[in-house]
């Protein structure tokens, strides 16, 4: 079975631009979460959708977005970069909203 | 305001003895709670998890414990391995109306087992 796969791996970004990042969940599993991971800060929930829903949201502005497609892949968007979005971007899945997550590999955002 | 903390950012252990990697929380509606390894340029994988109404839960060489009162949780490793050296993150999960994968992660100590 395949894991959880992100793209891209790695990006460089200006600031003022905007990103998309993309997530496929292992096959079968309906709930995705993205996590942001920087230096001294451990990992940050930003997001969990579920069936296409966005079902809880963590403290980060509202340039940071994402959404669910049908197939339960996911994309998240941070617009307006700033130095400070660069970090570990995180995709995690599960088969339902049961806890035990498994992480892709991360996409790796530097803004300049 | 770090709800899960992990205040020592490193540890290192000889081949064989046991690690402990201690994990403290400020929330008492925590009511799950699970340790993640992360390998540099790879995921965070999960190890092992407990649940708020036990105190102690094991798999093979792993074993957290869970000191409600003191709103502490630790993982001992025995015996410790040089393929385990890597960042442990602790994480809680809020008490919530209904599941959910909203994980609240400690900022990761990171273990070097030396041979």
């Known amino acids: 079975k395949a894991g959880v796969t992100q793209t891209p791996r790695y990006l460089i970004k200006t600031r003022g631009q905007q990103v998309t990042l993309s997530c496929s969940p292992i096959?079968?599993?309906?709930?995705v979460s993205w996590y942001q991971q920087t230096p001294g800060q451990g990992l940050q929930f930003l997001f969990e959708?579920?069936?296409?829903?966005?079902?809880n949201k963590g403290n980060f502005p509202g340039r940071f977005s994402g959404r669910q497609f049908s197939n339960s892949r996911s994309e998240m968007n941070v617009s307006t970069l700033e130095l400070g979005d660069s970090a570990l971007y995180l995709c995690a899945s599960s088969e339902m909203r049961d806890r035990e997550l498994f992480f892709g590999e991360g996409s790796r955002l530097t803004v300049l | 305001d770090q709800q899960v903390k992990q205040n020592s950012p490193s540890l290192s252990v000889q081949e064989g003895r046991i690690s402990i990697l201690n994990c403290d929380y400020t929330?008492?509606?925590?009511?799950?709670f699970l340790w993640y390894k992360k390998y540099p340029a790879e995921g965070p994988t999960f190890l092992i998890s407990i649940s708020s109404i036990k105190d102690k839960n094991e798999d093979g060489r792993f074993t957290v414990f869970l000191n409600k009162s003191a709103k502490h949780l630790s993982l001992h490793i025995v015996p410790s391995q040089p393929g385990d050296s890597a960042v442990y993150f602790c994480?809680?999960?809020?008490?919530?109306?209904?599941?959910?994968?909203?994980?609240?992660f400690g900022t990761g100590t990171l273990l070097a087992v030396q041979p």
């Open positions: 959708y579920f069936s296409e829903t966005q079902r």
């Open positions: 929330n008492s509606m925590f009511d799950y």
């Open positions: 994480a809680a999960i809020p008490t919530y109306g209904g599941a959910t994968n909203k994980l609240i």
């Open positions: 096959s079968g599993h309906r709930s």
